[in-house]
C-alpha cells in the first residue's frame, strides 16, 4: 500500500493491506489507531491476552505478526486511549464477523475460492440499450429454509430458477455488511468488509454470485457509504477520537442517528475506496447501490443546510475511481433531491453515476392509484409529469423495499377500492411502468400481490398465496409482462433518447385515458391505458399513417383475472383514426405494423 495515498484518500488496496492478512507463516494484523496510546490484538490464538502491536509509519498504524493465528479465529484490537481508558474493538478491516449480540472479528482466507465466470465478466456491462429488470431481496426474508435463513450457497439453488423463471435481468441485494440489528435491514453496518455471518461465510456469498452469473443474471449489492453504526465496538471513536465520524456535534449523526462518515478526510476517503473496490474485486459485484446520496449532497440532506462540497468531491472521486478500475459495474444513485448531474459524468462537472432512482415517478404514480377515479381528473397530470425531467438523468423506475413497510402499505394494497378493483389497478400499475422508459426495479413480493407489509423477520409469502387463484394469475400476469420487455427491443433501446418516445394521447383527463408510443429497435409499440372505472367502446384514438394494431399483452385477460377472453384481432388504423375496447382500469400494449 502506498502510504501517501491512503493518508491523502486515493488508496483503493487498503483491504490487501489493513485487517487480518494470511500468510504463510502466520497472520499479519493491521489497524489504524493514530490517537491511541497503545494498540493490542487478541484472540483464541492467544486465549484473549494481549499481544502488542508496534506502531509504525508517519503515524497511527499498528502491525504485528502472529504465526498461531489460523483463518476461522476471533479477534479483537484493545485500544489503550491516553486518558486510561479501554475499549475492545472489531477490525474495520476485518473479512469476517460474528453474529449479533457477539462482535468479534473472524479471521478469513480471502484467497479460499476461485470463481468460473470469466466469460460473464468479459462480456457484462452497463446496461445501456439493453433490458434491466431488478428484483430486490432482502436476503433473510425472501423465503425460509426449514424455519431457518438460507445459507449464501443455498439461497442460489432457488433464488435463480425463481429469477430466469420470473424474466429478471438482475437481483439486488439489501446490504450484506455485518450489521447488529435486523431491523436496520443492513444500513447500520458494523464490519463493511465482512459478509453477514446470518447468511454463512465469505466463499458461501461468492459461490452465490458465482452461480448467478453462470445462469445469466446479474448481482447488485445495496452499498453504504453514508454513515455507519453507534455501537461502541464499532467504528465510532475508534482510537478514543472521532477518527471516521465527523466531529462537529450539529453534523455528526445522521436522521437515522447513526454517525456520518468525515469523507474529507483521506484515510476515511481511503477506507471507503477500499470498501467499495472490495466487493467488486473479492466477490464479483456487477454493480453498487448508493443509498441516501441527498446527504451525501447537502449537510445532513436538507438543501437548506447547504452542499457539502468535500463529500461530493469524495463521491465524483470515488465514481470516477471505479469507472477506471471496473469499466463494466453499474453505480446506481438513491437520491431524493432535485439536484443537477447526478447521472453525467464527471468529467463534465457531473456526480458520476450510471443511473438514478427516480423517486419522483415512484411517488407521484403510487399516489396517483390511490385516488378514487372521481379525485384522479385533477391529478391526471401528475402521470404526465415524469415525461417532463427524464431526460435530465439516466433513471431507473422503481417500487422498492422502502414503499412497502411501517405502515405504507403494499403496492397492491396502496391500489384504491375493493379486492377485484385491486388487482385490475395494479396489473395496469405494472404494465405502465414496463412500458414507460427507465430501466426496472421491483421488490420482493411485488409480483405475488402481496397485501401484507414485508418485515425483515418474516419470510414473503408463497406459500400461503398459493391457494388464492387471484394471486395466482396476478404472478402469470406479472412473468408475462417481464418477457414481453425482455423480448420487445423498443422498450429498452433508445430509452433515453427523446426521439424513441412519443405521446399519443396526454389531454383526456376527463376520460382517464392515457397513451404513447414506444419506437426502436426496429419496432413501434403503442401503449393505451384506462385509469378510470368507466369502461369505453369504439373510442378514438388517433395514430397517424395506416396501420394494423396487433395485441400483445392486455391487463384484462381472463388468464390474468380479467373479463377478457382471447387476444382480440387485427385492429386497423385508417387514415390516423383506430378505434378500440378500453375496459375499466386497464392497459394493453399493440404493435404497430
Known amino acids: 500500500m502506498n502510504i501517501d495515498d491512503f493518508y491523502s484518500g486515493n488508496e483503493w488496496k487498503g483491504y490487501e493491506y489493513f485487517g487480518a492478512q494470511v500468510e504463510e507463516d502466520g497472520v499479519q494484523f493491521r489497524v489504524y489507531a493514530p490517537m ?27 502491525e504485528g505478526k502472529i504465526a498461531d493465528a489460523k483463518p476461522g479465529q476471533m479477534y479483537k484490537y484493545r485500544i489503550y486511549h491516553h486518558d486510561g481508558s479501554v475499549k475492545d474493538k472489531a477490525d474495520p478491516y476485518g473479512f469476517g464477523m460474528e453474529l449479533r449480540p457477539c462482535s468479534a472479528s ?49 439461497m442460489a439453488e432457488d433464488l435463480i430458477p425463481y429469477l430466469k423463471k420470473m424474466g429478471y ?9 455485518e450489521h447488529p440489528m435486523d431491523e436496520s435491514w443492513g444500513y447500520q453496518c458494523t464490519g463493511f468488509f465482512a459478509p453477514t455471518a446470518r447468511y454463512g461465510t465469505c466463499d458461501g456469498l461468492k459461490e452465490f454470485v458465482n452461480q448467478c452469473h453462470m445462469a445469466g443474471i446479474g448481482v447488485i449489492l ?28 450539529d453534523v455528526s449523526t445522521s436522521e437515522w442517528g447513526s454517525y456520518n462518515f468525515a469523507h474529507g478526510k483521506g484515510e476515511v476517503a481511503s477506507f471507503l475506496k477500499s470498501c467499495a473496490d472490495y466487493w467488486l474485486t473479492d466477490y464479483h459485484f456487477d454493480g453498487l447501490r448508493f443509498d441516501a446520496i441527498s446527504n451525501i449532497i447537502y449537510w445532513r440532506g436538507r438543501k437548506e443546510c447547504g452542499v457539502n462540497e468535500k463529500a461530493l468531491q469524495f463521491v465524483q472521486s470515488l465514481n470516477e475511481g471505479i469507472h477506471k478500475r471496473h469499466p463494466h459495474v453499474i453505480l446506481f444513485a438513491e437520491d431524493s433531491s432535485s439536484y443537477l448531474k447526478v447521472t453525467a459524468p464527471v468529467v463534465y462537472g ?20 390511490s385516488y378514487p377515479p372521481e379525485e384522479r381528473r385533477n391529478h391526471y397530470s401528475d402521470l404526465l409529469f ?22 405504507k402499505k403494499t403496492i397492491l394494497d396502496k391500489m384504491y377500492g375493493a379486492y377485484e378493483e385491486k388487482f385490475a389497478q395494479c396489473r395496469t400499475l405494472f404494465l405502465y411502468m414496463m412500458t414507460h422508459p427507465g ?37 402469470r400476469f406479472c412473468r408475462d409482462l417481464n418477457q414481453v420487455y425482455l423480448f420487445h427491443p423498443a422498450l429498452y433501446e433508445g430509452e433515453y433518447n427523446r426521439d424513441c418516445y412519443r405521446n399519443v394521447v396526454g389531454d383526456k383527463a376527463g376520460d382517464l385515458v392515457y397513451a404513447y408510443m414506444r419506437s426502436a429497435g426496429g419496432e413501434q409499440l403503442i401503449a393505451i391505458f ?39 384481432g387485427e385492429i386497423p388504423v385508417r387514415n390516423g383514426q383506430c378505434v378500440l375496447d378500453l375496459p375499466a382500469y386497464s392497459g394493453c400494449l399493440y404493435q404497430v405494423e
Not at 435481468?169 to 455488511?177: G, I, N, Q
Not at 415524469?386 to 405502515?407: A, K, P, Q, R, T
Not at 413480493?445 to 396476478?474: C, S, T, V
Request: proline content about 3%.
Open 106 to 154: 473472524i479471521i478469513r482466507n480471502r484467497k479460499g475460492y476461485t470463481f468460473t465466470d470469466e466469460e460473464w465478466m468479459k462480456q457484462t456491462d452497463k446496461g445501456y440499450n439493453r433490458p434491466m429488470h431488478i428484483y430486490e431481496i432482502h436476503f433473510g426474508s425472501w423465503r425460509a429454509k426449514e424455519g431457518r435463513w438460507y445459507r449464501y450457497e443455498e
Open 36 to 62: 491511541a496510546q497503545r494498540v493490542t490484538v487478541i484472540g483464541e490464538f492467544n486465549c484473549w491476552h494481549d499481544t502488542e502491536l508496534t506502531c509504525h509509519g508517519r503515524g497511527g498504524i499498528y
Open 222 to 249: 445495496d452499498f453504504v457509504m453514508v454513515h455507519f453504526a453507534v455501537d461502541d465496538y464499532g467504528l465510532e471513536m475508534f482510537d478514543g477520537s472521532p477518527l471516521y465520524e465527523l466531529p462537529f456535534e
Open 169 to 177: 435481468t438482475h437481483v439486488e441485494l439489501l446490504p450484506l455488511a
Open 439 to 475: 430501466k426496472k426495479l421491483n421488490f420482493m413480493g411485488n409480483e405475488i400481490g402481496q397485501f401484507r407489509e414485508w418485515a425483515q423477520y418474516r419470510p414473503q409469502d408463497f406459500e400461503e398465496l398459493k391457494p388464492y387463484p387471484m394471486h395466482q394469475m396476478f404472478t
Open 386 to 407: 415524469s415525461m417532463h425531467y427524464f431526460y435530465n438523468e439516466l433513471y431507473i423506475l422503481e417500487f422498492s423495499h422502502d414503499e412497502v413497510v411501517h405502515g
Open 530 to 568: 384506462n385509469f378510470g372505472d368507466v369502461a369505453y367502446r369504439n373510442y378514438l384514438v388517433r395514430i397517424s399513417g395506416n396501420h394494423v394494431l396487433r395485441e400483445i399483452i392486455h391487463t384484462e385477460q381472463s388468464i390474468y383475472g380479467g373479463g377478457r377472453s382471447g387476444i382480440c
Open 350 to 369: 457531473g456526480l458520476g453515476f450510471d443511473y438514478k432512482w427516480d423517486l419522483g415517478f415512484m411517488n407521484d404514480t403510487l399516489r396517483f392509484f
